[in-house]
């Protein structure tokens, strides 16, 4: 079984604090060599000015392949592509496109006055571009705006028939769930690669509140696990071992490429790539 590549997914920070947080991780997981590392919008929109500082920067500064977060919340077409435009002229090369999380309260979202629509024309109009390759989201479990599991599947095929070059799954727990996912997307005529979503659960009651607001469906033995690790003082431990594993089944299941949602806590995620043979390679700097 080969060493797989990776990728890993930031958020941007909001405080001084946050801004050496986020170093610190991108410090600590680009010696593994990632495919790319993207940065995530906030829900609403809310982060958009500090999601584009944060790719700039990581682009300029540790010569990592960034791919930018940009959805269609709270923005007019116009003010989007505009940030879309700052990002070609920031020779970032890859975005993921997503339709975005409504502002807290908001319930479902509502597209803004001269907004995009959805997803859909937004890759749209990002392909006519010709600047970017592009990235999307996908669910191995029924999305919480989706009429069921076929509904998501055909909404990715017309973002792939959009336009996009990839797709990365919203987290789940069992790689089966991840299995079943890309047999229906490849029998509905997709044949963009799907890359898995892996959480390494730093924190069990947070996890929980993430897996429910986005329809991920929790396993007993992996809540009834975590629940006596916390009582234990054993999360650590277990978290590596769950995430391990799973990624040791998909890729016995044929998958190249693992990307890792950080949370911008780089440890578990580091501690998981080497587990699977993931280990850092030396820079010239250090050769030298």
Same mark, same amino acid.
């Given at each position: 079984?080969?060493?797989?590549?990776?990728?890993?997914?930031?958020?941007?920070?909001?405080?001084?604090?946050?801004?050496?947080?986020?170093?610190?991780?991108?410090?600590?997981?680009?010696?593994?060599?990632?495919?790319?590392?993207?940065?995530?919008?906030?829900?609403?929109?809310?982060?958009?000015?500090? *999601?584009?500082?944060?790719?700039?920067?990581?682009?300029?500064?540790?010569?990592?392949?960034?791919a930018a977060h940009l959805?269609?919340?709270? #923005?007019?077409?116009?003010?989007?592509?505009?940030? #879309? &435009?700052?990002?070609?002229?920031?020779?970032?090369?890859?975005?993921?496109?997503?339709?975005?999380?409504?502002?807290?309260?908001?319930?479902?979202? *509502?597209?803004? &006055?001269?907004?995009?629509?959805?997803?859909?024309?937004?890759?749209?109009?990002?392909?006519?571009?010709?600047?970017?390759?592009?990235?999307?989201?996908?669910?191995?479990?029924?999305?919480p705006d989706a009429a069921?599991?076929?509904?998501?599947?055909?909404?990715?095929?017309?973002?792939?028939?959009?336009?996009?070059?990839?797709?990365?799954?919203?987290?789940?727990?069992?790689?089966?769930?991840?299995?079943?996912?890309?047999?229906?997307?490849?029998?509905?005529?997709?044949?963009?690669?799907?890359?898995?979503?892996?959480?390494?659960?730093?924190?069990?009651?947070?996890?929980?509140?993430?897996?429910?607001?986005?329809?991920?469906?929790?396993? #007993?033995?992996?809540?009834?696990?975590?629940?006596?690790?916390?009582?234990?003082?054993?999360? &650590?431990?277990?978290? *590596?071992?769950?995430?391990?594993?799973?990624?040791?089944?998909?890729?016995?299941?044929?998958?190249?490429?693992?990307?890792?949602? *950080?949370?911008?806590?780089?440890?578990?995620?580091?501690?998981?790539?080497?587990?699977?043979?993931?280990?850092?390679?030396?820079?010239?700097?250090?050769?030298?």
């Amino acid at each position: 079984m080969s060493v797989p590549s990776v990728s890993f997914e930031f958020f941007p920070p909001k405080s001084l604090e946050g801004s050496f947080r986020l170093w610190d991780c991108v410090q600590t997981l680009a010696p593994l060599a990632p495919e790319f590392v993207s940065v995530t919008y906030g829900a609403g929109g809310t982060t958009r000015t500090l *999601t584009h500082e944060a790719v700039a920067t990581i682009h300029k500064t540790s010569g990592l392949r960034v791919a930018a977060h940009l959805t269609c919340v709270d #923005a007019t077409k116009a003010e989007t592509m505009e940030i #879309a &435009e700052a990002y070609a002229e920031a020779r970032v090369s890859e975005i993921v496109a997503l339709r975005g999380d409504p502002p807290k309260g908001q319930g479902k979202f *509502t597209p803004a &006055e001269n907004g995009f629509s959805g997803s859909v024309e937004l890759i749209e109009a990002l392909s006519a571009m010709n600047k970017f390759r592009l990235r999307v989201g996908a669910y191995p479990e029924k999305h919480p705006d989706a009429a069921d599991n076929q509904a998501d599947i055909d909404h990715l095929k017309r973002k792939i028939d959009a336009g996009a070059h990839s797709a990365i799954t919203q987290f789940f727990f069992e790689a089966e769930t991840f299995f079943r996912f890309r047999d229906a997307c490849v029998k509905a005529g997709i044949d963009a690669p799907i890359i898995p979503g892996i959480l390494p659960i730093e924190n069990w009651s947070g996890a929980k509140r993430f897996a429910q607001s986005c329809g991920t469906s929790i396993p #007993a033995v992996i809540n009834d696990a975590f629940e006596n690790a916390t009582r234990d003082g054993t999360t &650590e431990l277990l978290a *590596t071992a769950v995430a391990t594993e799973l990624c040791d089944e998909l890729l016995q299941g044929g998958v190249e490429h693992l990307h890792f949602y *950080t949370l911008n806590r780089p440890e578990l995620t580091r501690d998981v790539c080497h587990a699977l043979g993931i280990m850092p390679k030396a820079s010239l700097q250090e050769v030298a």
